[in-house]
């Protein structure tokens, strides 16, 4: 059985600069039906651990450590024994919801994760975040660019150690290269492509 990938929207509140806004994050699910990695952790680990559904979860990989994308990591790493993967250059954003908690693994540019027969190769891509990054799926061709890329454009950068230039370099260079028909897997909001999208970076 090859892998497919499963879209899990959990609800609930990002904070940002003292207010809290209601947002709808995507968990992105590659695997099949033995055993499964999971694509951020946002909000609340139980509908997360329905979707998932007995399978052995290789992997807790997060996209950045904005709040919306990382509040329910250590609940699923415990419900499922599995390691969370996160890229340290985003540690003072896990600090502050995670305080007493701290990541598995660190999750670097060109780290690999074999899951059902698929590779998911890590893309570092800073600017939304200094440590964001995406995952590249070649053989599915799909790439999940967390809050990177977005259907309509780039990733928004009113956000806690965001850079603006630094996230149209990340998508120029690592993600507008990937071919055109590559679908882009976000972590808000809709599909779309990278040919889609190449019209929409300036």
Known sequence: MSARIDKVVV???????GQDFDVDNNVW????????LVIDAPHDAAPIVEAIGGRTVTAIVLTHGHNDHITAAPDL?????APIWFHPADRMLWDTVHPGATPDQDLADGCRFDVAGTTLTALHTPGHSP???????ADLGTVFTGDT?????????GRSY?????????????????????VVRTG??????????????S
């Open 29 to 36: 699910l590659v695997g099949d039906d033995d055993e499964v």
């Open 188 to 201: 808000h909001g809709d599909d779309t492509t990278i040919a889609a999208e190449m019209p929409n970076i």
């Open 11 to 17: 609800s609930g509140v990002f904070s940002l600069d």
């Open 131 to 137: 440590g964001s990054t995406c995952l590249y799926a």
């Open 162 to 182: 965001s850079d603006k230039p630094t996230l149209l370099e990340s998508i120029r260079t690592r993600l507008l290269t990937l071919p055109g028909d590559t």
């Open 149 to 157: 890329l977005f259907r309509g454009g780039p990733g928004a950068t």
């Open 77 to 81: 790493r415990a419900a499922t024994g």
